[in-house]
């Protein structure tokens, strides 16, 4: 059962006697995969490859087949995306070889904190009780099992966690506050208007805002445990909260710092700039429980959600916290990854003054390897994200290599609006999903794969549900399937994608190297870089990567129909006439061992070939 309050949690016995997984040396070697719990696994998959390399034959839920899509009625399907699905912490564990074969390191997972019983918040994000595992998830148990078997298996395990508010745990009283929407519907909770708002009561097991305000008295009301109110005890204290409704305008400061993410309740971090700022009781208690949870289960890092909506001094306090936690009981490069929405600008001076270790690239860089491999972006203008260093005042684009987690696919495409959809929506794009897993893996920056997209997934809609399509099958199925599951390992992407990330474990310079796009000539002479010729490109795109004295020259094709040849500019210095560049790595098999002589062109150049929505690797 889970601690009521903070006071009962005894860190030396938590610790007492536990070899703790040791941090990575460098957080840009490890190649990361991100699940929503509730959308990966429940377990009952049969015919699969499992931990032990042997194949699962017992269960109820077999493989998809191609004949399987669209097998479920279209609405009862939709709906069922909206609520809990049923994937949990035992069906992950199950799954870690899987993982690790297609070449993971590390798994961040969504949400696994305890929700509302009355609500169907799956993705995690609503938390009631920050000391317990929701029991549609499992246990805290099966949560420090999971750990073990993904470290038994080399792999490390990020959690998301939250800071800047809870679930819905308490109603505002609608009646002085209902407001009317454009459409007609009705808002129970107010909008932020600078003012705290009347609070009717903390909720309960159905929902009610029966329970009252402050500190519950278990005696008086018993059941207000596990279901009501939030817990652990320490956060119920109204000062918790802001209680300034619910934000309509998500640009507005101090708007998006003290209201309430929709329904979810902001909760006040405290005062001040980042130099003098003065946390909150509630923050400190926060800090008490991400501990617990590094603690308890040996969690490698963290996710931090919404830290655009926090204050910079509250990021600078929870991250000292942590860190110097994690390095008291041996974990010295503890990861916190922060999602910071609006830009780089913003991502990189929230770094700068919070000392959080790494950005979630959001914004400019889904796009940017989204378009360039369907070949309509400039390859400009996703490289030069990464070697102009003026907005962070640095002098060299390395420093990008361990400050940014780096992702095409992701939950819930904010950059898309209503237009939601995964890569593998577009036609064609299922042929070219594997360059654009390459172009992630080996360019700047940590590469994070949201999870089926090495499927082929291709959800798409109006609403985020439909990128959260279930690989165990269930009543959700991607592809408009039911009761099929999608750990499949001989399709394209999961034959080639263990061959790339394994390179990339092996060269350090397609971890730490430097970047550079390169220029291109059709005939050898002129010289330029790739660019569109009218609202697309169909090209090679070649890029370096150069660790000490080494080169690596990788080439993507944004054609999906044919091969496409052109002379590519290599480093001058590092290279001579007669000198040659081998391919160790091809979409097409037969390229593998090709020699490539070096010429003096454009300095110094070479000839290649990339195969129709191809990906290749020379040194």
Known sequence: MAEKSLADIDFSSLLAGKHLFPSPVAWEDEVLYFLMLDRFSDGREMNYVGNDGSVVTVGSTPPFQPGDAG??????WVEAGQRFCGGNLRGLASKIGYLKRLGVSAIWVSPIFKQLASRQTYHGYGIQDFLDVDPRFGTRDDLKSLVQTAHEHGIRVILDIILNHTGDVFAYDADRYATQGGDGSTFMDPRWDGREYRVAGFRDALGQPTLPLGPVDLTAHPVAHPDGAVWPREFQSMTTFTRKGRISSWDHDPEFLEGDFSDLKNVHLGRGGADDFQPSDALKHLGNVYKFWIAFADIDGFRVDTVKHMDLGASRYFGSVIHEFAQSIGKENFYLIAEITGGRARAFQTLEITGLDAALGVDDIPDKVEYLVKGFRNPEDYFNLFRNSLLVNKDSHVWFRNKVVTMFDDHDQVRKGENKARFC????????????????ATSIGIPCIYYGTEQAFNGSGRSDQFLRETMFGGEYGAFQSRNRHFFIEDGAVCRELPKLLKLRRERVALRRGRQFLRQISGNGSDFGYPRMVGNEIRSVVPWSRIFNDLE?????????HGPRTAWVTIDVGLHHAGDSLRCIYSTDAAQIGQALP???????AVKLTVPPAGFVIFE
């Open 552 to 560: 690596l020259l990788l080439a993507i094709n944004t054609d999906p």
């Open 425 to 440: 929506a577009d036609r064609d794009a299922d042929k070219q999903v594997l360059s654009a897993l390459a172009l992630n």
């Open 71 to 76: 097998g479920a009625v279209r609405d009862p």
């Open 598 to 604: 070096v010429e003096p062109r454009n300095g110094k």
